[in-house]
């Protein structure tokens, strides 16, 4: 049986995370409403805007069952997602799921003009690895239990800081892997971390499988 895999959907981005999920042969299902959680293996919480999730979580009546599934099954947050499972962040309309012991700072890297791309440092890819960060949350607190298992190397303004981070299931990066064809972050928390039996051996994002007509909205 295929794996099937859910991509938190309120709003962000589905489509690339989607693309990533079938090229290592799992099912994405879009999640919008508490039943679509219902016989996935795992979840992810794609970038977005973090405050309007919290609110759609709310009033789809998602907030309660999310908190329950996040608590028992494989998830990861990719850059809003990390704020969304993280325990503090800023000026947000309600509090966050409360499973990653981290806090965030939201927009701290800069604006949606200042979005960079970094060569990170992982103890979890082997290899140089290609982040894409889009007005990204800054993690400002690692609680015990918590692995750093991705750092943006130092000194420098953003030097040296954890980008993501993993405490059990739960995984957070600041980061956009769905943004690059570089398949080894979802391979990674597919398979080692979700325990999720892969078919497809790829690394690399095939570009004729991309070019979705739903176009991807990171924030
Ligand atoms: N800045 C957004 C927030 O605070 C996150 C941006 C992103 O997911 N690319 O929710």
Redesign the pocket.
Known sequence: MIPRVGVLSLQ?DFACHRSSLEALGVEAVRVVLPEHLRGLAALLMP?????TMLRLMDTNGLRQPLTEFVREHPVMG????V?LLGREGERLPFPPLGVLDVSVE??AYGRQIDSFSAELESSVVAGPYQGVF????RIRRVGHGVEVVATLPGPGARGGTPVGVRQGRVVGLCF?PELTSDLRFHRWFLGDVAGVALAASAAVLDPAAVGDPESPE??
């Not at 990719?78 to 997602?81: I, N, P, V």
């Not at 889009?134 to 949350?137: D, F, G, H, N, T």
């Open positions: 962000g970038g977005g805007e973090s405050t990719t850059c809003a997602g704020i939201r927009n889009i007005r990204a949350p956009h990171p924030a």
